[in-house]
């Protein structure tokens, strides 16, 4: 059954379209409402993917590659032996 709000109180879940109460913001206020459990398994993807894009899943073609090309746009502008490190460089192309 439905869940029961006042209808000024009340969201719909983009992602599973189910009625959650939510908060009442001016209508210039556009932004995807999430449901609290919805809302959870994006944090729980988005943090999953950040790791695996800081360390490498491992499995993937581009993680296999031991080292950089040397001729991509990446690796053409950083000399090799040069700084590596999160932040520092951009990633060879074909080990991204």
Known sequence: PPQKCPPLLCRLCAS???LF???SLPPQRRCRWLCPDC???RRDFNREQRFYKRVGCGTCQAC???EDCGICSACARNPPGGPSGPGRTPK???RR
């Open 21 to 23: 109460p939510g908060v």
């Open 64 to 66: 296999r590659i031991p």
């Open 16 to 18: 599973c379209q189910s």
């Open 92 to 94: 060879c192309l074909l």
């Open 39 to 41: 809302r959870a398994q």
